[in-house]
């Protein structure tokens, strides 16, 4: 029996399937472009496979998504529609996202750019910033990982509110629910961390209404997908002042196409898709973990539910 690997670049496809073939000695590992019997193949542990391509295995178990996300997997049209589908989290990956939104938003809090263009002019500019518990911080998407963050957030001492489909409390976090509770929850964002998995309901939902609503000058980091944000109303907003800078981590064309304005932005800081990427290794050793527990039990806490779409 065989699990396949796809991960759009060859050579991290080339280690992946050398970690698991270690860690998974019972199951043959092999390129998902060069899958041998395709009926043999039982998982397919993939990111951002091509459409059609899942479907080519008639015995699969279950698709492993490389990431927290499963967007890139359901994204397929013809992805079988009674396929489970793992996600790949861990405390690893929860670990590097809190050091990602701390990282941002401090950053954001304490007017890092304006410093960094001071120190490159050679000019001695003092800001005195907020104390964090004066700075109001909103995190949308409160699932396991968003829900770690906002802590972090609290921890550092921000008054920090969350916004959520369903409304779940979070300890010392200020939490508001729905499409009723989002014009109160953007009112008072001075920083605006979207941390929300990609569903039809959450695509776009970044655009020119929801800048309008946070108070002239907010910030935003996205960190969840590029689908989320309406880019020529953020490039609109950030030239208008109704934002004052952003910081993304995802884009709607991953990379991030050479000729795009978002590069040149000077209130716009990029990342490449790496808030929470997880090393091979470990990445291997959680996949492998979840897999196990799916033969064994036939669930696993990581199967995602693909109508809700995380
Ligand atoms: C990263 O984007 C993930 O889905 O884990």
């Known amino acids: 029996m065989s699990i396949v690997v796809y991960l759009g670049d060859a050579e991290e496809t080339r280690e992946w399937i050398g970690l698991l073939s270690r860690l998974m000695p019972d199951h043959e590992i092999r390129d998902f472009d060069d899958p041998g019997q395709l009926s043999a193949v039982e998982y397919a542990v993939v990111w951002a496979p091509p459409r059609g391509g899942i479907a080519r295995f008639p015995n699969l178990k279950a698709v492993v998504s490389v990431g927290a996300g499963v967007d890139h997997v359901l994204r397929d049209p013809n992805l079988p529609k009674h396929l489970p589908i793992l996600r790949t989290t861990g405390p690893d990956m929860v670990q590097r996202l809190r050091e ?169 800081r990029i990342t490449p898709h790496i808030a929470s990427m997880i090393d091979a290794e470990t990445g291997a050793s959680v996949i492998a973990e979840n897999i196990r527990c799916f033969e064994r039990t036939g669930a696993s806490d990581a199967v995602a539910d693909p109508k809700r779409g995380y």
Not at 127 to 150: D, E
Request: glycine residues 12%; proline residues 5%.
């Open 100 to 268: 990602y939104v701390a990282l941002h938003v401090l950053a954001h809090h304490r007017e890092l750019a304006t410093t960094d263009a001071s120190q490159a002019r050679g000019e001695w500019r003092q800001i005195v910033t907020p104390v964090a518990g004066r700075r109001r911080v909103g995190v949308m998407g409160l699932g396991n990982i968003a829900r770690a963050c906002a802590r972090t957030l609290v921890d550092l001492g921000f008054d920090t509110a969350g916004w959520s489909r369903s409304g779940r409390q979070v300890d010392g976090v200020t939490v508001f629910a729905g499409a009723d509770g989002l014009p109160a929850f953007l009112a008072q964002t001075e920083i605006l961390v979207c941390l929300l998995p990609l569903t039809p309901e959450t695509r776009d939902i970044l655009d020119s209404r929801l800048f309008a609503q946070l108070p002239k000058g907010a910030r935003l980091i996205n960190a969840g997908r590029g689908g989320h944000l309406v880019e020529d109303d953020l490039l609109a907003a950030l030239d208008s002042g109704r934002l004052g800078g952003a910081t993304l981590d995802v884009f709607r064309t991953e990379p991030l196409p050479a000729d795009h304005p978002f590069w040149g932005h000077p209130r716009i």
